[in-house]
C-alpha cells in the first residue's frame, strides 16, 4: 500500500507541471523558488531552451539547449545571464533567479579574467609594475 501512494504522488506531480528535467544537466527542477519571475533556466547549471525569438513568445522553431556564456550588469546593478543556442547561435539575456546557483554565476563571470588573451605580464609591463 505505502508503494502505491508513493507512485500516485508522483503522478500528481507530473500531472499539475510543477516540475521538468533540464535538458543540459538532467536535474529535476521545480517552478517553485524561483522568486515572482517566470523560471526560464536551469538554477544549477544555468542553461535554458531556445524557445522564445523575443523573450515569452514561444516562437522559436529551434528548441536546441541554451549555454549561460556570460554575465552583464544592467543599469540597476541586476545581474543578467547571456545565453547562446548551441544549434543556431541565438543569443538572448536573461534576469537571475533568486535561487541561481551563485557559484555558477560567479564563475561564469570571472572565466574571462581566468582565461585572459594575453599574458598577464604584459599588464605589469603596460602599468611600470615590471622589474627591469
Ligand atoms: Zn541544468
Ligand atoms: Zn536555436
Do not use: Q
Request: with cysteine; aromatic share 6%; hydrophobic share 35%.
Amino acid at each position: 500500500m505505502k508503494y502505491k501512494r508513493f507512485n500516485y504522488e508522483n503522478e500528481n506531480i507530473k500531472n499539475t507541471e510543477e516540475s521538468f528535467v533540464c535538458a543540459a544537466c538532467g536535474r529535476n527542477i521545480t517552478y517553485a523558488g524561483a522568486g515572482s519571475r517566470h523560471r526560464n533556466h536551469c538554477p544549477h547549471c544555468l542553461s535554458s531552451v531556445h524557445l522564445d525569438n523575443v523573450p515569452g513568445d514561444r516562437a522559436a522553431d529551434c528548441g536546441g539547449i541554451m549555454d549561460a556564456i556570460g554575465v552583464w550588469v544592467r543599469r540597476d546593478g541586476e545581474w543578467a545571464i547571456i545565453h547562446r543556442c548551441r544549434s543556431c547561435g541565438h543569443l538572448s539575456s536573461n534576469r537571475i533567479a533568486s535561487d541561481d546557483s551563485p557559484v555558477k554565476l560567479l564563475s561564469i563571470a570571472l572565466k574571462p579574467l581566468a582565461l585572459p588573451p594575453f599574458p598577464l605580464e604584459s599588464i605589469e609591463k603596460m602599468i611600470g609594475l615590471s622589474e627591469k
